[in-house]
């Protein structure tokens, strides 16, 4: 991780060139913490609980908006890199994808120790932590778009991006169960996973090992970030007018029509990460980043975006920060032997609000203390490039 204050000499030009991303960020953040501290004691309401497995909900479209982000910001952040020795690209953003990396499994292993019934604590063993994950998946995706728009044309990486969907298709079909390619006991990406990582090292809390974040799933997982960079390219090339606004809405409607269709025989899945989903979410992303840029910096409309940018400008380290700060708090006991986020929410929220409206309470308040920190960091200028 990397710690540094922004430089104050920056033109506005340059700061609203990223404010409409840094919205996007800040409530694909907001919604991410919401999303994965639900309050205890009752429910969360459906539409912010992810689909079981086939099927779409708000909560399975945040994970893919983050990866357009990370797309959307690598079309500025290029410009920069392409002036840059070799050695130097591939530095920065093999060291990027490493910590990342890095980070996301650590997360996962902690807190490292766990208790045992006599009070002693032993390290939790290395045969049991989950390799993949969320910030693993950023990882590879970051590093794989990285190289993609280095190395090759703009046409070419549009075709990649093609190639990987309809593989990606024809592999789920080939390589899984017939007739059962897209259920949990008989998709490919499961397959593959416990052939190269084993079932020790892959997400265990669903009916049967399999892991959302495989290793197999991540390939269109790529798609989502070109899409990001594309379209941040189209914005920059085209200009903030009404009329590539209108180009921008038509071509999310043309992906979240075709993923529609193609949702027939392909279904639309986050945990299968089929390439329906794909478009679909990609399509959705790039309409609400249009609607973003007409509010933001077309009207000026400024109401709510400063809440918003405090979590966009330190995306991965709060989402981190959320993380640990949860298992912290179901890890730290009451007397009565209550974790202290399960007493909270319950003997407080579910008597202010029963059901799930505590439970959403619950979790916004918890987002709130992430904010805190946010807006903390923000107001020293201090943004950690993870």
């Known amino acids: 991780m990397q710690a540094q204050a922004s430089e104050k000499s920056n033109s506005v ?10 919205v996007f960020r800040g409530i694909t953040i907001c919604l991410m913490i919401i999303v994965n501290t639900p309050g205890k004691g009752a429910p969360l309401y459906s539409y912010l609980v992810h689909a079981r497995w086939l ?18 910001a690598m079309s500025f952040s290029e410009k920069k890199l392409a002036r840059v020795p070799e050695t130097v690209f591939l530095s920065k953003v093999i060291r990027r994808f490493v ?43 970051y590093l794989s778009a990285a190289l993609l728009v280095r190395y090759l044309s703009q046409e070419t990486t549009v075709i990649i991006g093609a190639l990987l969907l309809l593989a990606y298709w024809g592999v789920l079909y080939m390589f899984g169960d017939p007739g059962a390619e897209f259920t949990m006991g008989g998709n490919a990406i499961a397959r593959l996973d416990i052939f190269l990582l084993g079932e020790s090292h ?25 899409i990001g960079y594309w379209a941040g390219l189209f914005i920059q090339q085209k200009g903030r007018s009404f009329e590539s606004l209108v180009r921008m809405m038509i071509a999310g409607l043309l ?28 399509g959705i992303d790039i309409l609400v980043l249009s609607v973003l840029i007409y509010w933001v910096e077309i009207r000026e409309r400024n ?20 993380e640990l700060l949860y298992i912290v708090l179901m890890m ?26 505590g439970a ?20 020293r200028r201090i943004y950690i490039r993870i």
């Open 13 to 22: 030009t340059d700061a609203q060139r990223f404010l409409s991303l840094d």
């Open 55 to 72: 099927g779409f909900t708000l909560a399975d479209l945040i994970f893919p908006s983050f990866l357009f982000a990370v797309g959307n």
């Open 99 to 141: 910590l990342i990396f890095l980070a996301g499994y650590l997360m996962y292993w902690f807190p490292f120790f766990t208790p045992l019934p006599d009070g002693a604590w032993v390290m939790k063993p290395f045969s049991d932590t989950r390799i993949m994950g969320v910030l693993q998946r950023i990882a590879i995706c």
């Open 202 to 226: 892959i997400y265990k809390k669903d009916v049967v090992p399999f892991d959302p974040e495989g290793i197999l799933s991540t390939l269109p997982a790529v798609v989502n970030v070109l």
């Open 255 to 282: 992906l979240v029509v075709t993923a529609l269709a193609w949702d027939l025989a392909f279904p639309i899945s986050k945990k299968l990460w089929t390439s329906s989903f794909v478009l679909y979410t990609t």
């Open 303 to 322: 109401f709510a975006t400063h809440f918003f940018t405090v979590f966009g400008k330190n995306p991965l380290f709060i989402y981190l920060l959320s």
């Open 332 to 357: 730290v006991s009451l007397p009565s032997g209550e974790p202290v986020f399960e007493w909270v929410s319950v003997a407080v929220f579910q008597r202010l609000l029963p059901g799930a409206a």
């Open 360 to 379: 959403l309470a619950t979790a916004i308040c918890f987002m709130m203390v992430c904010w805190c920190a946010a807006w903390w960091l923000d107001r």
